[in-house]
């Protein structure tokens, strides 16, 4: 009997620091846990604002010196953050070229086009006058149809006129 209250008091006086540091070891690894969680958390924070497009985030300094999940999480961010604002800058630089680019055509179309008004306005011009000189050629010819009328109207005046005198002094 005594040796068995013996062992229960070594149980006893082994179980409770046995117990103590059980419990010092889950306390310790819930707060190391809730730490890494807590971090994690926040990398998924900075990554939902990245979703949103909000770059150029300012990520905190103290995530991204960590040596656990969470410091690689926030480092990959930052590393996709830079390169995303990379791509949307290049983007950005690609569109003020082609707008510019479409200014030009823009231009160039506008003068193609006052171009085209100034050589259909041309055309019409040469068409008219070549309608009036059409019509100063046909007006020219029906005048000297007229003038070989009246010429062939005045030989025959002449001949008239010719006879009379011959029969006058006859």
Known sequence: AEVEVMISKAAGAIGIPIVVVFLIAIIVAYIAASRIAKGIARSMNYLEQIGEGRLSLDIDKRLMKRKDSAGDICRSVQSLDANLTEIIGEVQKQCDV??????????????????????????????????????????????????????????????????????MSG
């Open 98 to 167: 082609l707008d510019e680019s479409a200014v030009g055509c823009s231009k160039v179309a506008d003068d193609v086009m006052n171009s085209v008004e100034q050589i259909d306005q041309t055309v019409q011009e040469i068409a008219e006058a070549t309608t009036i000189q059409a019509q100063d050629a046909s007006d020219a010819g029906r005048k000297v149809s007229e003038m070989g009328d009246m010429m062939a109207n005045a030989d025959g005046q002449v001949i008239k006129l010719v006879d009379i005198t011959d029969n």
